[in-house]
């Protein structure tokens, strides 16, 4: 059972517009959310996080928004660029557990078109 | 800077080997994981262990076995590889905290090929 979904396998976008990245997950104990990008033959980098009592977090061209009503967050890429192809994993977690782990999703292939 | 680093980019076994991959992290931090990043499955955890000589099961921890004798190094153990085992194996540790950041950071990867 999937505790966090990235519904879409692959987005392609023209560079220049905006990429939404989307997730949803299950678990309501979770309270922390993580957005990674990961190169191909490279370990996935850390992007932005958001913490469960905010519902926006912004750093630079890269928003996260978190809906916890709806247990949904999204990623926004403005303007998109070319070095933005990567896959996208989506994570959770539930702070503060000594033998806790962060779950991710299975990562969403964003292309960037010229 | 955290560093996390995995002691094989490309490794080439044969069936029925015995494989260790290897990953130190120097930033102190009590949690290790290990992961397998395949196709369309994402990222899935072997293995992750939240103090020395502590180990958890994962999600997918058939055929593997875990190693943490020192805070800053986590061994990943495959006792007799085959070829669905075959895959980019990602090590990561984290830094437990209550309030703040939490962020897991992840070596570079191994990509192993079992023959």
């Known amino acids: 059972d999937q505790q966090v979904k990235q519904n879409s396998p692959s987005l392609s976008v023209q560079e220049g517009r905006i990429s939404i990245l989307n997730c949803d997950y299950t678990n309501s104990m979770f309270d922390y959310f993580l957005w990674y990008k990961k190169y191909p033959a490279e370990g996935p980098t850390f992007l932005i996080s958001i913490s469960s009592i905010k519902d926006k977090n912004e750093d630079g061209r890269f928003t996260v928004f978190l809906n916890k009503s709806a247990k949904h967050l999204s990623l926004h890429i403005v303007p998109s660029q070319p070095g933005d192809s990567a896959v996208y994993f989506c994570?959770?977690?539930?702070?503060?557990?000594?033998?806790?782990?962060?779950?991710f999703g299975k990562g969403t292939r964003l292309h960037i078109l010229p | 800077d955290v560093k996390v680093t995995q002691s094989s980019r490309y490794l080439v076994k044969r069936t029925g080997e015995k494989v260790f991959l290897e990953c130190v992290q120097d930033?102190?931090?009590?949690?290790m994981f290990w992961y397998r990043q395949d196709p369309g499955l994402g990222l899935r955890l072997i293995y992750f262990?939240?103090?020395?000589?502590?180990?958890e099961k994962g999600d997918i921890p058939e055929g593997y076995s875990v190693s943490r004798e020192k805070k800053e190094r986590f061994s990943l153990i495959l006792e007799s590889a085959s070829t669905n085992q075959t895959s980019m194996y990602l090590c990561a540790s984290r830094l437990l905290r209550e309030t703040g950041t939490d962020t897991q950071y992840f070596g570079p990867g191994t990509r192993l090929t079992v023959l």
């Open positions: 262990s939240y103090d020395v000589k502590m180990k």
């Open positions: 930033m102190d931090h009590e949690n």
């Open positions: 994570a959770a977690s539930a702070r503060g557990k000594r033998d806790d782990k962060i779950i």
